[in-house]
């Protein structure tokens, strides 16, 4: 349930705009030495002063487009002109040409029904939308509820100083949880699985460390895949194995490995979407009253935060299909040009003061968020039910809670791919 991209990260992880050849940045960092904006908007608005879809640098060497224009975002990613699956559409890296730095290259590697295109992509995303149907949703539900009583339960214990990390104490427990039990993972697994999920995330990590997680989180993925195949329980993964075989075109067991990464990207997703909302609402009380009134839907709100910060950033890379040119904006795009969405919810011609938090926005709000056109995210009701859950449970048991730092300086994630609080402090009464 892949949370699709939205804009970049701030501090440490931004892309930059380029000014020349490329060079390769350190790690996760900031390509070229350059800063990072503050704020996703102030970002934004660096792109979009040289256009609607800018070069900028990232690391490994790769220049890519950033797309800012909000419709010129979504008119190439309803149809045929753009892709994501980089061994066929990203010339020199099919034929291993190209230098893509670690950082980059577990994210283009994997080919499942996000990284693939044309029919190959309804091939591999059918098993995924059967798996998580809405009649799974709502069997997870009581689920959900209870994991997050759970979780609540334990912040009552917390002492009579009140104060806990919603990252760490809450919003990472309840995703995680969840997907242990959709997935079938034996608990014992759950911290050496949690950790490695992490990793896929920290870019500042460097190259190694990356490929390093990836590497244990697709060999747990490959035992549970040939679990299912001897014994398919009632679960994500026995769904899917049932899924696949039922297809015309049965999938095999690295395949059915890969389309799970994308339910793993969303867990970690998922949690910070968890967070945000809540730094949201928790900083804006006049919007919070709206919501716990009842005069604006949870639904709502969440929305609105994921249009103003996405908790996935520039990863995986789209590139173009052939060549083409935008008729709209005059944009030309080359065969292969990678392309990534940088702050377009953002953009001041859809939404009128865009980074103001307005959970009854005029018109209403929409997020690439869950992505757009073909690749919209098959497990995009489980995450919003997640949320919903979370968010709303947690006000309701702390309806005086509040945020022990203002949001500015509050710590965020060194990654270009996640976009998010590594802390939130907050005072539960």
């Known amino acids: 349930m892949t949370l699709a991209a939205g804009h970049e990260s701030t501090d ?16 996760g960092g900031c390509p070229r030495g350059a800063t990072a904006a503050r704020t996703n908007g102030q970002e934004g608005q660096r792109l979009r002063a040289l256009g609607p879809a800018p070069v900028v640098d990232m690391p490994g060497a790769v220049q890519t487009r950033a797309v800012v224009d909000l419709a010129l975002a979504e008119r190439p990613s309803a149809g045929p002109l753009v ?33 693939s295109y044309g029919d190959d992509h309804w091939e591999r995303r059918a098993p995924i939308a059967a798996a998580l149907t809405r009649r799974r949703v709502e069997a997870m539900t009581p689920v959900i509820e209870s994991i997050v009583q759970d979780v609540l339960d334990g912040l009552d214990g917390v002492g009579a100083q009140r104060k806990v ?74 769904d899917l194995v049932r899924a696949a075989d039922a297809s015309g075109n049965p999938l095999s067991d690295a395949a059915l490995r890969d389309q799970l990464m994308l339910i793993i990207a969303g867990t970690e997703a998922t949690a910070h979407a968890i967070g945000t909302l809540l730094v949201h609402l928790l900083s804006h009380p006049d919007q919070l009253d709206l919501v716990t009134s009842g005069q604006v839907p949870m639904e709502d709100a969440l929305t609105e935060s994921l249009r103003l910060r996405p908790p996935i950033a520039s990863v995986p890379l789209r590139f173009a299909a052939r060549q083409f040119e935008d008729a709209r904006s ?89 976009n998010c609080y590594t802390s939130i402090a907050v005072e539960l009464s």
């Not at 795009?333 to 103001?356: K, M, N, S, T």
């Not at 919003?384 to 947690?394: D, G, K, N, P, Q």
């Open 12 to 27: 440490g992880g931004a892309a930059v705009l380029s000014a020349g050849p490329p060079s390769a940045p350190p790690g």
């Open 83 to 115: 892709s994501r699956d980089a061994a066929r559409h990203w010339p020199g890296y099919r034929e291993g040409a190209r230098s893509v730095d670690g950082v980059i290259a577990p994210w283009t590697g994997s080919h499942n029904a996000l990284n």
């Open 165 to 238: 990390d919603l990252v760490q104490s809450y919003a990472l427990f309840i995703p995680h949880e969840v997907i242990t039990r959709l997935l079938g993972v034996p608990a014992e697994h759950l911290p050496a699985f949690s950790a490695a999920a992490a990793g896929l995330f920290d870019t500042s990590a460097g190259a190694e460390e990356m490929t390093r997680s990836m590497g244990a989180v697709l060999a747990f993925l490959d035992q549970l895949v040939s679990g299912a195949r001897e014994h398919p329980g009632d679960n994500l993964v026995g």
């Open 330 to 418: 005059g944009e030309q795009f080359g065969e292969g040009d990678p392309i990534h969405i940088a702050g377009a919810d953002l953009h001041p011609e859809r939404y009128e003061d865009p980074e103001r938090f307005d959970v009854r926005r005029e018109g209403g709000s929409r997020s690439l968020a869950f992505g757009y056109g073909p690749h919209v995210c098959p497990g995009a009701a489980l995450a919003t039910r997640e949320i919903v859950i979370a968010v709303t449970r947690f006000l309701e048991r702390y309806p005086h809670a509040r945020l022990a730092l203002a949001p500015e300086p509050l710590e965020q994630t060194a990654s270009f791919i996640s």
